[in-house]
């Protein structure tokens, strides 16, 4: 069974930092690409940043370029998204999802975590 465990979510300030992972279970996870989408209250999902099974070719949502890392650890099965300069408009669930995506991916199809909660508040 394809199981995807977010973790690192919390309260932050305005200008901070946070590290989001995602632990793989259940597949192959090296032989995946993977990617981050995210969702506000009252809004639908919105496509983060993705990641090939291995080299530079990364991707990123306009709003988070320059702000946001992804990265992954295939020793240790799992996804990473480090977040810094954070905005209240980066206010989410974030979820981590099986694939090498892009913005027009139909994720209703494709395997996603329960999610992490991200709070940018002063």
């Known amino acids: 069974e394809v199981q995807l465990v977010e973790s690192g979510g919390s309260l932050v300030q305005p200008g901070g930092s946070l590290r989001l992972s995602c632990a793989a279970s259940?597949?192959?996870?090296?032989?995946?690409?993977m990617t981050w989408v995210r969702q506000a209250p009252g809004k639908g999902l919105e496509w983060v940043a993705t990641?090939?099974?291995?080299?530079?070719?990364?991707d990123y949502g306009a709003s988070v370029k320059g702000r946001f890392t992804i990265s992954r650890d295939n020793a240790k099965n799992t996804l990473y998204l480090q977040l810094n300069s954070l905005k209240t408009e980066d206010t989410a669930r974030y979820y981590c999802?099986?694939?090498?995506?892009?913005?027009?991916?139909?994720?209703?199809?494709?395997?996603r975590g329960q999610g992490t909660q991200v709070t940018v508040s002063s």
């Open positions: 999802v099986r694939g090498y995506t892009s913005p027009y991916t139909n994720f209703d199809d494709l395997p």
């Open positions: 259940g597949f192959n996870f090296a032989i995946y690409g």
């Open positions: 990641i090939p099974t291995s080299g530079p070719r990364t």
